[in-house]
């Protein structure tokens, strides 16, 4: 059976239907400035949802309580947006900036984070009833139009669509048992979602101590890891090197990801970046000459940017008594274990093999 509406329902619906084109752009204006907004700020979010209420979800609406409504202007909800971010913080950042950018109704707007329901985590967004300024829509009619705003989690989005899912669907209400369970899960999701944000500064805040280190020379209280590499390269530590080596032939340098021989490096048992340093200040003058007598009888003009950082490898492995299966063993590293790794290893210790560095070692 359909929804019969009384006399009021029907006036209110006609409202609707008469302004239903000013909600569409209002729908779309503020989907387009919060867009706009979020990428200007640099807040990367799981989504902007918007819409315009339906006629079907009005009259249930108006059904149930469409005498609360004077006239349709007082549904605050015909025009609806939600931002869904990743963190907890976030939501306080959209919120923030959304104060400058909306005219917000303070008395119609609520934070439902500060109700402290014990078993409400999916609903603890942020609610904002609000207008379009005029400089943005250029139409009085279209600012006079209220619309909601709710802030929340992508972990609070989740939750609120499966609870709504197995909790309220259907007529039979669940049994006390299962309603505290919704209850325990409920604080669980919330504490998720408070670390994540917290596990994300506490990240932040490590890696902005890390780079002030690199910026600052103190690589010998850096560990060496995937992020401090990473830092480390943004320094260029192998420029100089490579630099050198290019003069060789006049040779142009062609950028090559680095980060594949940070595992080369772990199997040296550097343990900092400051042993790092070391083993580019102690093995530079070898790296150059193994260098040279790999490019000398060449006529390349374009050489790998890895060329200095892979001579200085072949160097601490000879100098470290590893030979051929020690060249092997980088090799295998960077590119996989494959036959020829062993050939190519023997023409490395050959070509070292005349160098001072390992006449030295003979003696």
Known sequence: MGIILDVHGEELLAQYKEKLPLYQKLEQLAFNELSKMVKEQGIYVNAIEHRVKTEDSLKGKLELKGYKYHTIDDITDLVG????????????????????????????????????????????????????????????????????????????HVWSTIEHDIRYKGDIKLPLEQQRQFGRLAGMMELIDNDFSHLRNTASEYRRQIKSLVDSGKLDEVPLNYETFQNYLETHPFKQLNQHIAAINQAEIF????????????????????????????????????????????????????????????????????????????????????????????????????????????K
Request: hydrophobic fraction near 40%; proline fraction near 3%; glycine fraction near 4%.
């Open 81 to 156: 947006l939600r931002v869904i971010t990743f963190y907890t913080d976030e939501v306080d950042k959209v919120a923030a900036m959304v104060k400058h950018l909306f005219i917000v109704d303070w008395s119609e707007s609520v934070d439902k984070r500060k109700l402290h329901e014990t078993n409400t985590f999916g609903y603890n967004s942020l609610h904002y009833i609000c207008q379009l300024p005029e400089s943005i829509t250029h139409d009085p009619k279209i600012s006079n139009i209220r619309f909601e705003l709710q802030m929340r989690t992508a972990l609070q």
């Open 255 to 362: 950028p090559t990801p680095l980060m594949p021989f940070l595992p080369v490096l772990q199997s040296f048992d550097f343990q900092t970046l400051g042993d790092v340093d070391h083993f580019i200040k102690n093995n530079e003058d070898d790296a150059y000459q193994l260098a040279i007598s790999q490019l000398a009888v060449t006529d390349l003009d374009i050489l790998s940017e890895s060329l200095g950082i892979q001579s200085l490898c072949f160097v601490q492995a000879l100098k470290n008594g590893g030979g051929r299966m020690g060249i092997k063993a980088i090799y295998d590293t960077l590119f996989g274990e494959q036959d020829s790794n062993l050939m190519l290893a023997d023409e490395i210790v050959k070509q070292a093999s005349e160098l001072a560095f390992m006449q030295s070692r003979k």
